[in-house]
């Protein structure tokens, strides 16, 4: 093979994985400290930012690194921030992943390329579903009810709605200047 055409591929690969790392951060940073525990319910609650950066990762960049910055940021927040926290991060793994994915998928499909508002709402809307319902499942597993992680319902969606109304005209502004 050509060097040139190697080291193409290399610069590539590299500039791929720096930029699925910033939006690794960018989730954790977002969640970790651009949130507000609020008594929304008898668990508490989270509200955070990170959903911002996980939609407009996933509508942006696609599904691939939408997956993997939902994924990773948002669990790597769990992790890190210990106590009651670290038991989350294999749910959360799990469901901030498939959310990226999902929001990625249906936002870039059929040549979108992430640039209709309408089908990227759609699959926030989407996504955010299965988030509520992995979360629930997520909480009467660690809770051993069925009937406590209804309490988590509202806060969830508080968090979901702040997130599509900051990340849907983020997302839009960056696409319009070109820079990804």
């Known amino acids: 093979m050509n060097s040139s055409i190697l080291r193409s591929q290399t610069n590539s690969k590299t500039k791929d994985m720096v930029t699925t790392s910033l939006l690794i951060a960018l989730v954790f940073i977002a969640t970790r400290f651009i949130n507000l525990q609020l008594p929304i319910s008898v668990n508490g609650g989270l509200v955070h930012l990170g959903n911002t950066m996980l939609f407009m990762t996933a509508i942006v960049f696609g599904r691939k690194k939408g997956a993997v910055a939902g994924a990773f940021g948002m669990g790597l927040f769990d992790l890190l921030s210990g106590g009651p926290w670290v038991a989350w991060a294999p749910f959360t793994f799990v469901i901030r ?32 579903i299965w988030m509520i319902i992995g979360y629930y499942i997520a909480e009467g597993i660690l809770y051993g009810n069925w009937i406590t992680p209804i309490n988590s319902i509202p806060g969830n969606l508080i968090q979901l709605i702040v997130g599509a109304v900051v990340g849907l005209p983020l997302a839009a502004a960056l696409k319009r200047t070109k820079l990804v």
């Open 97 to 128: 992943g498939v959310m990226g994915y999902i929001i990625g998928s249906i936002s870039n499909a059929r040549g979108r390329n992430g640039n209709s508002f309408i089908w990227n709402l759609i699959g926030i809307v989407i996504a955010s």
